[in-house]
């Protein structure tokens, strides 16, 4: 198949690129390297610098044809959401739109959509929570999200226009940098690494912090080399359905590395955090026949190796 991944120079992207290369596929990157990295592109792989609100988007769907638009661009930041919501309106909402406008104009099959479990989740009262679960968002992030999955099924039903939507957890793995805000495993272990103190944000009634979901992003390719062939206008949650606090996590990075005698610091809450965060990914082992293969310590290894060597 030719698949057109948005945001493949970025971390999560430029991983199912590769997964989608390896199975044999010809990939077509569109990004305007606004995180993401030119060093994250495969030679020989066509890439256009561009952004998915442009009309240049509209000529390079035209051109290129593609059987299957993969959605990975976006704006990442909960926190920049809530300083900014106009700025992830037109991001993740409006850019959303502008390609599936396209995708339709130019025959393209399906959409596989990067959408965010534990953002839509919000503060859900059932744990670990499933699909079923009408969200009650707390960030212009997730409500940006669940718009663009309501768009999905617009054109789903208007133009038959296929779609699958993976909700992912908290992904982490090689090639996630820490951008200050977002990435908490990156920020751990990029402040470990140099000797420097990390922040726990907590709740006086959750002193060990907010609480996720990590699936590593190996994981992650597998749900979206799936969702090439199954669940078709479904939405599917993608984690390890394994919940862990955010402390628990820092002290797991804290023993690889060997730094157990940095201190901590604690904050309190941030806006727009979800509290607990844990889903329930039954619905992608039956439908997707999906299931996460790496344990949080041996992918936290992984990623330490590939954090290591990515800083020497
Ligand atoms: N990392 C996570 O834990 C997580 C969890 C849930 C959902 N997601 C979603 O997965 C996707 C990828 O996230 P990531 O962590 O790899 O982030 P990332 O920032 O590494 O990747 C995003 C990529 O999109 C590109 N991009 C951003 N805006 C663009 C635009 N308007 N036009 C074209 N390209 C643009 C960036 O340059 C970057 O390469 C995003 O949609 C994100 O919301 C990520």
């Known amino acids: 198949m030719k698949i057109l991944v948005t945001g493949g120079a970025g971390f999560i992207g430029s991983n ?8 044999g596929h010809k990939v077509v ?20 610098p561009v952004s998915i609100e442009s009309k240049d988007m509209d000529t390079i769907i035209k051109i290129e044809k593609p059987d299957i638009v993969n959605h990975h661009a976006a704006q990442k930041s909960v926190p920049a959401s809530v300083e900014n919501p106009l700025y992830d309106l037109h991001q993740n909402a409006e850019g959303f739109l502008n390609l599936l406008e396209s995708s339709v104009r130019h025959g393209v099959r399906k959409v596989i959509f990067a959408s965010s479990g534990g953002a839509l989740a919000g503060d859900a009262p059932i744990i670990p929570t499933d699909e079923t679960y009408v969200p009650r968002m707390i960030s212009p992030y997730a409500i940006h999200k669940y718009l663009g999955e309501q768009y999905l099924h617009f054109y789903a039903v208007t133009y038959g226009l296929k ?6 957890a908290n992904v982490y793995g090689p090639r996630q940098v820490p951008d200050g805000e977002s990435g908490v495993i990156p920020i751990f272990i990029t402040r470990l690494l140099a000797d420097q103190p990390c922040t726990l944000y907590a ?17 992650v390719c597998r ?9 078709d206008n479904e939405a599917f949650n993608i984690g ?6 955010t402390s628990a996590v820092y002290q797991l990075i804290a ?8 201190p901590l610091n604690r904050a309190g809450e941030r806006k727009g955090d979800v509290k607990r965060s844990v889903l329930d990914i039954r619905k992608a082992a039956e439908k997707l026949d999906w299931r996460p293969n790496i344990s949080l310590q041996e992918g936290l290894k992984r990623t330490l190796e590939w954090q290591q060597q990515f800083l020497s």
């Open 16 to 23: 199912v690129v590769d997964t989608y290369i390896a199975a």
């Open 29 to 48: 990157i569109l990004d305007n390297l606004s995180t993401g990295s030119l060093s994250n592109i495969p030679d020989g792989v066509t890439f256009y």
């Open 163 to 168: 779609y699958t939507v993976l909700r992912y």
């Open 203 to 219: 709740y006086a009634d959750q002193p060990d912090g907010t609480t996720r979901d990590y699936v590593y992003v190996s994981d």
């Open 223 to 231: 749900a979206n080399l799936q969702a090439l062939t199954h669940g």
């Open 240 to 245: 390890s359905g394994t919940e862990i606090s």
């Open 255 to 262: 023993d690889l590395l060997e730094k157990r005698s940095i």
